[in-house]
């Protein structure tokens, strides 16, 4: 198909759309401007000059906007805590005030960029406040169903006004109500896109025509005006005359339409592989409420329902919105006199079946299976809104989502790892069956940043796994993104006192900033004495742990690989930053020390005296940096007359050699990169001690020569 074809071929699906999107907002709108507190046809009138303001602004392709169900409930409710009569002249001068101020607050969050914040809404809290408001609607709207009358309130109110209502039971009424809920939820999963809620009207309208369904107690819908709606100033004065209530209803309301419809219309753009403006979204937002305002209706949102809707017909421009508009417009002109012989049960039913479609039950599944802290915070927020009213739900939520930022923090998750034999890696010996705890050795993994209100947990936790034989404490603490003072003051006393147990200490795998803090907080120590090394291996390691590691419940003789390509990296540049290459030097000079006090320039002593020292053995990477300085250092010597030089630094050749060995099992790049790493050294060295570097020199072109 060409270029122009599909292009043709999309247009038209985008009009389709469009229309079937005006005739399925028929209904659903004007019902949701009844539960707003407004006549019906303010729900049409919403359906034109909002909807085609937004079309125009947006930049998602595809999204719908227009009356919807969270924002109708929160003015319905509002005003029925006032004592405001749904459809009274009051309520027709107050609801577009509160509109107004609703766009006010969204041009406010426009200008402040203040749509990065939806990610701060968590989830869970969103969803039940969308479901408590949900379920709310539904309560209301019930008696409506069986030919009652539409009640306010909250939960215990709403369940004693349908108790009060059932007196005024009309059985066709119930019939063609719920009947209507019924299809419509089978056609939702038989056959998505067909409007069926659009036939329903129509049924509905065939039957009150041919069968004169009002004769028999069925209500009908109030008689629709004709025209498009006349352009009307709000009174912000209203806003201020009933109090701040209003004002914290309003940014609750803008709050909501933010939030809810950024993240759909973000959901589609990550569906459809295509990028939204968040600033520009909420200019739309506020700029199609400030066109809702002057036209009398209540705060509109966007429309998940209709939106997806449109997506099952293909849409993928705002012609869609154009379309929906545009037919809107004829409708006001040409088609009222039909509205009036809509059934009020059958009205009823197709708002209830549409809000049946934005209860949670999925995620309150999801989180109750997945995280029981997620699903207690759901239905925090779920009956915060149905028991206490929107707003205190609101706020139940978010405060249960900081309670649980803090249970996070406080209790991270944690484990005790250990060796699977013929893999490699730590595991967690509680998940894995398999794992084994290295002989003597208890390695804990932290997985949150460590601070005063979980250093109690974290230091429990280690001690309470100690046993008679522990010989070394490992945390691995990759997931220690940041240490307080407190926790730093309690690493020195864990480490003082396991030591005194003798029993090794390390913290490690943690980010070099972590290191910093260390200092910072003036527990340099820890580093000074070696007890942070860069990985697990490496504090095994320097403990005296040795590949293949012994393993409790595992026979010497069983090998098993267990390969650290981490060991090739420069631990003390991680551990010590700018400050690395002195302590290095300062490192040499002690083992040096020890080896000229000693007398023995044996290999093995050699390794004896790297462990002897304050920081304890190095890892291979640093080994090697340590015995190119060694070898500079006893260069010196030779040069003031030490015959016994040469013996040692044949002896650092040859520990050389099988560290190049080591790095080249693990891989062909660390040997390179230790290579790179030498040259890097020898640069340094030719630059600050030329007279050195060429002894060195001179000295490394004898060995290599023999």
């Given at each position: 198909m060409s270029k122009e074809k599909r292009s043709i071929t999309q247009i038209r699906k985008d009009i389709v759309s469009g229309i079937v999107v005006a005739l399925v907002s028929i209904p659903i709108s004007m019902g949701y401007a009844q539960v707003a507190g407004l006549p019906a046809v303010y729900g049409l009138y919403g359906s034109v000059f909002p909807v085609l303001v937004y079309a125009l602004l947006t930049s998602s392709p595809q999204f719908v906007f227009g009356v919807d169900a969270t924002p109708a409930a929160l003015v319905g409710g509002a005003l029925a805590g006032l004592g405001i009569a749904s459809g009274s002249e009051e309520a027709a001068a107050l609801v577009p005030a509160i509109t107004a101020m609703t766009a006010i607050w969204l041009f406010l969050f426009f200008l402040l960029k203040a749509g990065r914040l939806v990610k701060y809404i968590s989830k869970p809290v969103m969803g039940g406040f969308i479901s408590g408001i949900g379920c709310t609607i539904i309560l209301m709207q019930i008696p409506k169903l069986f030919g009652g009358s539409a009640g306010t309130g909250e939960l215990f109110v709403l369940l004693g006004h349908i108790w009060n209502e059932l007196p005024s039971f009309h059985l066709l009424s119930a019939v063609l109500g719920v009947g209507t809920v019924v299809i419509l939820q089978i056609f939702k999963k038989a056959a998505p896109k067909f409007p069926m809620s659009v036939v329903l009207m129509a049924v509905g309208a065939g039957l009150t025509a041919f069968c004169h369904l009002e004769e028999r107690g069925v209500k009908l819908l109030a008689k629709v005006p004709s025209g498009l709606p006349r352009p009307m100033l709000p009174k912000l004065s209203l806003i201020l005359s009933n109090g701040g209530n209003l004002i914290v209803l309003s940014l609750t309301i803008a709050l909501v339409i933010m939030a809810q419809t950024l993240l759909a219309t973000g959901n589609y753009a990550l569906k459809y592989n295509y990028k939204i403006d968040h600033n520009r979204e909420v200019l739309a937002y506020a700029a199609g409420n400030a066109a809702a305002a002057f036209t009398g209706c209540c705060p509109i949102n966007g429309s998940v329902s209709r939106s997806g809707i449109a997506d099952q017909y293909g849409c993928r421009s705002q012609l869609m919105s154009v379309t929906a508009g545009a037919a809107m417009i004829l409708v006001l002109l040409f088609g009222t006199d039909l509205l009036g012989f809509f059934p009020v049960p059958v009205l009823t039913g197709i708002v209830l079946s549409a809000l049946l479609g934005i209860?949670?039950?999925?995620?309150?599944?999801?989180?109750?299976?997945?995280?029981?802290?997620?699903?207690?915070?759901?239905?925090?927020?779920?009956?915060?809104?149905?028991?206490?009213?929107?707003?205190?739900?609101?706020?139940?939520?978010?405060?249960?989502?900081?309670?649980?930022?803090?249970?996070?923090?406080?209790?991270?998750?944690?484990?005790?790892?250990?060796?699977?034999?013929?893999?490699?890696?730590?595991?967690?010996?509680?998940?894995?069956?398999?794992?084994?705890?290295?002989?003597?050795?208890?390695?804990?993994?932290?997985?949150?940043?460590?601070?005063?209100?979980?250093?109690?947990?974290?230091?429990?936790?280690?001690?309470?796994?100690?046993?008679?034989?522990?010989?070394?404490?490992?945390?691995?603490?990759?997931?220690?993104?940041?240490?307080?003072?407190?926790?730093?003051?309690?690493?020195?006393?864990?480490?003082?006192?396991?030591?005194?147990?003798?029993?090794?200490?390390?913290?490690?795998?943690?980010?070099?900033?972590?290191?910093?803090?260390?200092?910072?907080?003036?527990?340099?120590?820890?580093?000074?004495?070696?007890?942070?090394?860069?990985?697990?291996?490496?504090?095994?390691?320097?403990?005296?742990?040795?590949?293949?590691?012994?393993?409790?419940?595992?026979?010497?003789?069983?090998?098993?690989?267990?390969?650290?390509?981490?060991?090739?990296?420069?631990?003390?540049?991680?551990?010590?930053?700018?400050?690395?290459?002195?302590?290095?030097?300062?490192?040499?000079?002690?083992?040096?020390?020890?080896?000229?006090?000693?007398?023995?320039?044996?290999?093995?002593?050699?390794?004896?005296?790297e462990n002897a020292v304050s920081w304890g053995r190095v890892g291979l990477f640093d080994e090697d940096e340590l015995l190119n300085r060694l070898e500079v250092y006893f260069s010196g010597l030779e040069e003031k007359g030490r015959s016994d030089v040469r013996h040692i630094e044949e002896q650092l050749e040859h520990r050389r050699h099988i560290i190049e060995e080591k790095l080249k099992g693990l891989s062909p790049e660390a040997l390179e990169l230790l290579r790179k790493h030498r040259r890097e050294i020898e640069e340094r060295l030719k630059e600050k001690r030329p007279e050195a570097y060429a002894h060195y020199l001179e000295m490394r072109e004898k060995l290599s020569g023999r």
């Open positions: 209860l949670e039950i999925g995620l309150a599944k999801q989180t109750f299976q997945a995280d029981k802290q997620e699903f207690a915070i759901f239905m925090a927020a779920f009956f915060g809104v149905l028991v206490f009213g929107t707003i205190y739900g609101v706020l139940i939520g978010v405060l249960l989502s900081f309670v649980a930022v803090i249970i996070r923090a406080v209790i991270p998750p944690k484990a005790f790892l250990g060796v699977i034999p013929g893999h490699e890696g730590l595991h967690n010996l509680k998940r894995n069956k398999n794992a084994r705890p290295i002989e003597h050795t208890i390695i804990y993994r932290f997985s949150g940043n460590l601070f005063f209100a979980n250093i109690d947990t974290f230091q429990e936790d280690i001690e309470n796994a100690i046993k008679e034989d522990t010989r070394q404490v490992i945390v691995d603490a990759r997931g220690i993104g940041s240490i307080d003072i407190t926790a730093a003051e309690r690493l020195v006393i864990l480490k003082r006192n396991l030591n005194a147990r003798g029993i090794y200490f390390y913290l490690t795998e943690h980010t070099d900033a972590v290191n910093d803090q260390i200092r910072a907080f003036g527990a340099g120590r820890l580093i000074e004495e070696g007890s942070v090394r860069r990985t697990v291996s490496l504090a095994l390691r320097a403990a005296g742990v040795n590949k293949p590691y012994p393993l409790e419940g595992l026979s010497k003789e069983e090998e098993y690989p267990y390969i650290e390509a981490n060991e090739r990296l420069a631990e003390f540049e991680w551990a010590f930053g700018e400050g690395a290459g002195e302590k290095m030097e300062a490192l040499a000079a002690e083992v040096a020390e020890k080896l000229v006090d000693s007398g023995d320039y044996s290999m093995e002593n050699i390794l004896r005296s």
